[in-house]
């Protein structure tokens, strides 16, 4: 684990906006089923779960409380815009790994708000003593799979017809993983050395 530890809330800049990111807590619940509601059915594919439905919304807030997901909002104006969650298991054989999810709204796609969340991601996975992030994507989305390879992400598995959406269309599922032990010089890479203790 790094010594420093990321404080929340805390502002960035995003596209020319100002954006607040904060701890996912209970009182968000309202807010975060609103903005799920805004994501297309396709775009939530490559999740283990079905987050519209509000009892698998609560089982993520309570598992932020439990220290078993560390998940971070991003608001514009008070609406959120984005999220993010690393599931962690401390019991498995693979408690050194994080499994890495990224929700943007449609409209702030392609204005670096995703670089910004995964850059506090890797701050967080560095905090949280983790060696590996795992992430997953359908692989009919290349944007985004080439949006995680620019941050280090490397194809580790590829699921063959793995996720079904609810008009029974199959999509095969892409696994890819990043050594965050790499994270400091990539983050040094990208122009934003001292992010640790930033």
Not at 49 to 62: C, G, P, Q, Y
Not at 140 to 166: M, T, W
């Given at each position: 684990m790094t010594d420093a530890v990321r404080a929340y809330p805390r502002s960035v800049s995003c596209g020319g906006k100002t954006i607040e990111l904060s701890l996912l807590t209970a009182q968000d619940q309202a807010d975060l089923e609103a903005f799920v509601a805004t994501i297309p059915e396709h775009d939530l594919l490559f999740l283990s779960?079905?987050?519209?439905?509000?009892?698998?919304?609560?089982?993520?807030?309570?598992s932020t409380k439990t220290g078993r997901v560390k998940?971070?909002?991003?608001?514009?104006?008070?609406?959120?815009?984005?999220?993010?969650?690393?599931?962690l298991n401390i019991l498995s054989w693979s408690r050194h790994v994080g499994e890495l999810r990224v929700l943007l709204a449609p409209e702030w796609r392609g204005q670096g708000l995703g670089t910004t969340l995964m850059q506090e991601c890797f701050v967080q996975a560095l905090e949280l003593g983790l060696e590996k992030l795992c992430m997953q994507?359908?692989?009919?989305?290349?944007?985004?799979?080439?949006?995680?390879?620019?941050?280090?992400?490397?194809?580790?598995?590829?699921?063959?017809?793995?996720?079904?959406?609810?008009?029974?269309r199959l999509y095969d599922l892409a696994v890819l993983s990043h050594d965050v032990a790499r994270v400091q010089s990539r983050m040094a890479a990208l122009g934003i050395p001292g992010a640790i203790g930033a």
């Open positions: 779960s079905d987050i519209t439905h509000k009892k698998v919304l609560n089982a993520w807030i309570r998940s971070l909002l991003a608001r514009e104006g008070g609406v959120i815009i984005g999220c993010t969650a690393i599931v994507a359908t692989v009919d989305q290349p944007a985004a799979i080439v949006g995680f390879e620019n941050l280090g992400f490397r194809a580790e598995a590829l699921f063959h017809n793995h996720v079904k959406d609810s008009e029974g």
